[in-house]
Structures are given as C-alpha cells and as structure tokens.
C-alpha cells in the first residue's frame, strides 16, 4: 500500500494512521463567514431571552421558565455546538480522543434539551387551552422548575446510555487521527431516532391538534354567542384571548423546530451524515433552529421587544428595574 502523501496528512508523523486534509471542506470564506454571524447572533438573542426571563419579576411565570429553559439550551448551541461544527468542517480535530467525546456528549445532551423544552411547552400550552381551570393549580413556577431539572437530567442520563461505548472507549469517535464523529450503531440509531424524535413529534402533534381543534372551537362559540354550557368539547370560555395567542406564538416555534429538525433525522435514515457536502447543510439547519427562536419572540411577543430596550440601553441597571412592567 502506498503511503499517503504527508503534505496532505493532518498528523504527518502517524502516517497510514492520520486522516487527510483532503476528507475535510476546503475554506469557503462567504460560507464561514454566515456561520460565524450564525453562531454569535445564536448566543447574543438567546442570552437577551435568558436576562429578560431572569430579571424581569412580571415574566417569571410558569411559561416563561420552560422559554428560558429552551433558550439555555440554545445558548450552548451557540457557544458549543455551532463552532465545533464549524471546526470539525473545516479543520483536522487536534484535541485528541477525550476532547472529542466529551464535546460529542455535551452537543447530543444540548440538542436532546432543546426537544424535550419543546414538548414541555407543547404540554404547558395543552393544559392552558384545554383546561384553563386547572392550569393555575396544576402548572406553578415550582412545578416547571421540577420538569425542567428533570428534563435535562433524563435527557443527560440518556446520552450517558447512548453514547457509553464511545465514553468508555473514546478511540471510537475516529477511523483515523483527525476525524472526531459519533458513528451509532444500527440499534442505537433506531432507538435514538424514535426517542428524540419520532416519540417527542407525536407528543407534539397529537398535542397541538388538540389545542388548535379546541381554539377553533372557542372561537366559533364566541363568535356565534354561544355560552360555556352549550359547548361540547370544547375549551371554557374562561381561557384567557392571551393564553390562546400564547399558544399560537408557541405553536410556530414548535413549527420551525419540526422544519429544522426533519431534514437531520431524514438524512440519518438515507446514510452516513457525517462528512458529505450535503449533510453539513442538513446539520446547520438542525442548528439553526436556535437562533431562530428568539426571533420568533422578537416577532410575537411585545414584552420581549420591551425587555430587549430595557436592556440594550442599560435600564436594567437601576434600581427597582427588575419591576418594570412589561405586560
């Protein structure tokens, strides 16, 4: 067998055992340069959400929590997720196997947070609309805070699981020196994908059908004057026009989430998504989806808009600023 040409070895001194320069995208300046944009535009909006959410006494509501819980996750897309990828495309990996595993551990557990947020919400909103009653006494700000922290300890647990071949044996996240990827194996994949996808897109949408068939309901009802005790199945007109407004902000988040999320889970259907050209896409999109949040805030949600004056101009920093009424 011939030996591979140095110059085009990530690690010359290993010889057949080093991957090649070659198997890595070549710079594309435009290209880095609108992932870079991505990646800080990423950090900067979801931290706006998190101080927002944070400071702000009128928005530590119950829904809010599981916003700010979503945007912690989307903040470590941006802060860890999107510039290992962006490395991992476009350079040789240099921090060895424990590095690598590590990074792979904390970007599954990231990205896993972010889906069980958004079925967290999905269920928060179910309750909202359709019980509206009971909301109050079944979802408090203790009861979310306990979700929540469950949420991302089952998930860490999980990947713990998935991922333990590669944690106990790290050497598995590369064929060659160089490369830093999680290759699943067949099992591993199927039951990756129906956990973190198959199974949360059901919830998701089975719930969502639920509140919009309900909304609809209720608004053909007031619209057509008629009271709470001649609706069947339907939501009580005691749900808030706020409440359904809500879930319409929030049912578009959970849209995009779906639009983002598909193209990745598709792809793991078809083959190998670890290094085709068109794969890095797929996995950008999936990314994507973090960034995109906090826009759909900005467009939505007015107390966002007011939080983000609040603090751009620093008026957070006076006194009693964390009363200001945003709603």
């Given amino acids: 067998m011939e030996s591979k040409n140095h110059s085009e070895l990530c690690f010359p001194q290993l010889a057949n055992l080093s991957c090649k320069k070659s198997m890595f995208e070549s710079s594309e300046d435009v290209l880095n340069a609108l992932l870079s944009l991505t990646c800080v535009l990423t950090v900067l909006l979801n931290l706006l959400v998190s101080v927002a959410i944070s400071h702000f006494r009128q928005l530590h509501t119950p829904t809010n929590l599981l916003l700010l819980s979503l945007a912690v996750s989307d903040v470590l897309v941006g802060l860890l997720v999107w510039p290992g990828q962006i490395y991992i495309r476009t350079s040789c990996w240099a921090f060895g196997d424990i590095a690598c595993v590590c990074y792979q551990f904390a970007s599954y557990i990231v990205v896993s947070a972010s889906v069980g947020n958004m079925v967290l919400i999905s269920v928060d909103r179910y309750i909202a609309i359709c019980s509206p009653l009971h909301y109050n006494v079944k979802v408090t700000v203790n009861t979310i805070q306990l ?3 469950l949420c991302w300890l089952l998930l860490s647990l999980y990947c713990s699981v998935l991922l333990r071949d590669h944690l106990a044996h790290p050497e598995k996240c590369r064929s060659c020196y160089g490369e830093c990827v999680v290759h699943l194996n067949v099992s591993d ?9 198959i199974l949360p897109l059901s919830i998701i949408v089975t719930l969502y059908t639920r509140v919009f068939m309900v909304a609809v309901s209720q608004a053909r009802a007031m619209r057509s004057h008629v009271t709470c005790n001649k609706v069947q199945n339907s939501v009580p007109l005691g749900a808030k026009k706020s409440e359904l407004k809500a879930a319409r902000t929030l049912g578009v988040l959970v849209l995009v989430f779906l639009v983002c ?4 889970y598709i792809s793991s259907l078809v083959g190998d998504i670890s290094f085709s050209t068109s794969a890095h896409y ?3 999109l999936y990314n994507f989806n973090s960034c995109v949040n ?3 805030y900005a467009l939505f949600y007015p107390w966002f808009r007011r939080a983000v004056k609040h603090i751009v101009t620093l008026r957070i920093l006076q006194p009693g600023s964390s009363g200001a009424k945003l709603v």
Avoid: H, R
């Fill in 282 to 284: 797929v996995v950008y």
């Fill in 147 to 149: 979700c929540v922290c």
């Fill in 261 to 264: 999320f598909c193209p990745f």
């Fill in 189 to 197: 994949g199927i039951i990756n994908m129906v956990a973190i996808f």
């Fill in 294 to 296: 906090p826009l759909i």
